[in-house]
């Protein structure tokens, strides 16, 4: 079911989007050559106590997830693109990390994640995780009320098939709101003018990911895990917004 957020509701969710904005913040600049991934998890768990939140993952136990996530935060490296599970690695020169982060504050959810090359980058991944920024900002521009569920879809594909990369639809974007995941679901490919009409208080998750030269994945051993099947690396972007008269409103904007 699609649900509908009123203005003073859409007020009422700027805070949670705010936390979670800077969550991402520190984790950027916390990640660097030795670190390992479960500091960056511990840093983002000692934030959510701080702020008196919720981690929408600890608990969290879909269909897909061999077992109740565990831990606070998704930390995808290199051939890894979604979902990665912290474990006891430390990042190396040239790493390419992607994190998303989700939780709750006041009784509200905001979802958002980043990529970025640790030490010395390669500019093909540069280019990857440019072209995740671009589509994300491209699907956030078409999302205005009166248009369609397609046409934020159509916008991130068009940036994507531009630079080169396949799409895999098999994870994208969703509805916002009490809980992390709900509906519309809102794919990385479709096609204009066609699917949900956009209405004003509609909240979603817009999330771009690619991968460097294929669009299947597999799951890791590890049950949650997603990595390219043929180890080519991935780039992953999203935001949470709010469809209002005036446009949209990213609700995760970083500072």
């Not at 998750?205 to 890791?220: H, V």
């Not at 949650?224 to 709010?242: F, K, M, P, Q, V």
Request: glycine share 10%; hydrophobic share 40%; proline share 5%.
């Amino acid at each position: 079911m699609i649900e509908y957020r009123t203005p003073a509701e859409i007020e009422q969710m700027r805070p949670a989007g705010r936390f979670v904005a800077s969550v991402l913040a520190a984790l950027k600049e916390k990640a660097a050559v030795g670190v390992n991934l479960l500091e960056l998890d511990e840093l983002a768990h000692q934030m959510i106590r701080d702020a008196g939140a919720e981690s929408c993952y600890i608990d969290y136990h879909p269909s897909f997830g061999a077992s109740p996530f565990g831990k606070v935060l998704c930390t995808s490296v290199n051939d890894a693109v979604l979902h990665g599970l912290p474990y006891d690695y430390v990042l190396a020169d040239g790493d390419l990390l992607s994190v998303d982060f989700a939780a709750s504050l006041n009784g509200w959810v905001s979802d958002s994640a980043l990529s970025v090359v640790v030490g010395s980058p390669r500019d093909e991944d540069l280019k990857l995780i440019e072209t995740t920024e671009v589509a994300l900002a491209a699907g956030i521009e078409a999302a205005q009320v009166g248009a369609k569920l397609g046409d934020i879809s159509f916008a991130i594909a068009r940036v994507a098939t531009k630079a080169g990369y396949k799409i895999n639809t098999d994870f994208g974007g969703h509805g916002v709101g009490r809980t992390m995941h709900g509906d519309p679901h809102v794919p990385n490919n479709g096609r204009r003018g066609r699917g949900l009409p956009l209405r004003a208080g509609l909240v979603i998750a817009i999330e771009p990911w690619f991968l460097g030269s294929t669009d299947k994945i597999y799951t890791d051993a590890d049950g949650w895990t997603l990595r390219s099947r043929d180890g080519s690396r991935g780039a992953h972007s999203e935001h949470t917004i709010a469809l209002t008269p005036d446009g949209p409103l990213v609700l995760t904007a970083r500072p």
